[in-house]
């Protein structure tokens, strides 16, 4: 397939022509067997990424950190791949499919293979950072391809499975990894994991055809330097406020050395986009934020992560070490919610054609903050069905922010900001989740380090509950939004 994807070298649209359809109006068997394949391969990545979340309270134990520490394997992974996705469409544009499957693959692989023999935190912590490195690179190589494969009448059915497995996997990590930590040691997380990347990495190698053209374009490496200090030292500096250093009395001089160095690199790595912007070679084109709706629906997102993945590390932590479940008890609760939210993903998405994001945001929003409110009261005695309810419907909230949010942000931006837009979104949804992650974690112990584990649940879920208050106000804001331009290659 060669058909182009809606923007030429320079970033100028491509325009639609009646001679020239978005697509055939019927998908191949090659096209069908690539995209299945990709979608297998995007399913196993993204389950390993939530893998790892039931398992940290074991691995303190194995490995001999603490909670702040043990939480950098989830953080560093979400770290990585904020670094990576920006440099993504550098990769898409200069390697061709099958090179950036075997790549991305290949990455993963690896890094899976590194983290079942790894002998200590460190080394594990690497394999991690190399299996994000993977991970990065497969999603939106999976979108792309279906942007330019799928004819635009049949796109919201593919995008639609694609939303269920993006859904689910990372809701059966939790259950997965606590069936292998029931009757195998943690390293058989990766052990098994290991064939089916093996096994869908041969089969992309025999199967994959390349879609597209690649084109010599020029990666400023100055840019990608900079991610790594900005987001590195933002998040770094969340988890260190209030930590082991600096005990009660405040925050240490490391976390805040962090903090500005972040916010200082980040200011550079802004600055610098503006001015490659100029000459048409910015790493990511920030004239999106341009675009109101995309604006909000950035900073709801943003909000609704921090949320998200901070209660995904905080409940199986609380269930473990107040509540006294096993691995597989925890990921058994966990699971009603993930599976809530991936089944309810197609079905969002039509009511969202019809009713537009006002609705569905404003009442998501609602669900989240009452949802995480209610966890800030549990106790020592809390009914398990009703923690497992409760995450149930904080799943159903942000299932009714995230489809909304993005297609709604995504819409108004021309063609040739399209993959910008992504590439921004997926960013900050990493950096946002990281350092949600890093700022309940670290109430978290130091407030349970005063007065007990209950009190430190309660605090850090509180916290969650204030900025989840902002989700309410940006959902408010949220118009319906027409696509720009034509939609040729699926924009």
Known sequence: MSTKVSSDAHGEPVQATEAQPSAPAKMSRESVTIIATLLVATFVVILNETIMNVALQRLMVDLGVDAPTVQWLSTGFMLTMAVVIPTTGFILQSLSTRAVFML??????????????????????????????????????????????????????VMGNVSIAISVAP???????????????????FVFVLPVALAALAIGAKYLTNIGETEKTKLDFLSVLLTVPAFGGLVYGLSQIGGGHGGQGGPSPVAIGALVVGVA????????????????????????????????????MVVAMMALFGGVILLPLYLQEIRGLGSLETGLALLPGGLAMGLLGPFIGRLFDKVGPLPLTVTGSILMVLSLWQFSMLDAGTAV???????????????????????????????????????????????????????????????????????????????????????????????????????????
């Open 385 to 491: 069905w009703w923690i497992v309810s409760l995450h149930v419907v904080l799943s159903f909230g942000l299932a009714l922010l995230f489809t909304p949010a993005f297609t709604t942000g995504l819409n108004p931006l021309p063609p040739h900001l399209y993959s910008h837009g992504s590439a921004i979104m997926s960013t900050t949804q990493q950096v946002a989740g990281a350092a949600g992650t890093a700022l309940l974690v670290s109430i978290f112990a130091v407030v349970s380090a005063a007065s007990g584990l209950v009190a430190g649940m309660s605090a850090a879920f509180l916290t969650a509950t204030v900025i989840a208050l902002a989700a309410v106000v940006l959902s408010a804001m949220m118009r319906k939004t027409e696509g720009a331009g034509p939609t040729h290659g699926g924009h």
């Open 104 to 157: 991305a693959m290949g990455l993963f692989a690896g890094g899976t293979a590194l983290a079942a023999a790894a002998p200590g935190f460190e080394v594990l912590l690497l394999a991690r950072i190399v299996q994000a490195g993977g991970t990065a690179i497969m999603l939106p190589l999976l979108m792309t391809t279906i942007l330019t494969l799928v004819p635009l009448a049949k796109r919201g059915a």
């Open 265 to 300: 690199s980040l200011a550079v790595f802004v600055l610098r986009q503006l001015r490659l912007q100029k000459a048409e070679a910015p790493l990511l084109d920030l004239r999106a934020f341009n675009f109101r709706m995309f604006t909000v629906s950035v900073l709801l």
């Open 171 to 189: 809701a059966m990590g939790p259950t997965v990894s606590g069936l292998i930590l029931e009757h195998f040691t943690w390293r058989f997380m």
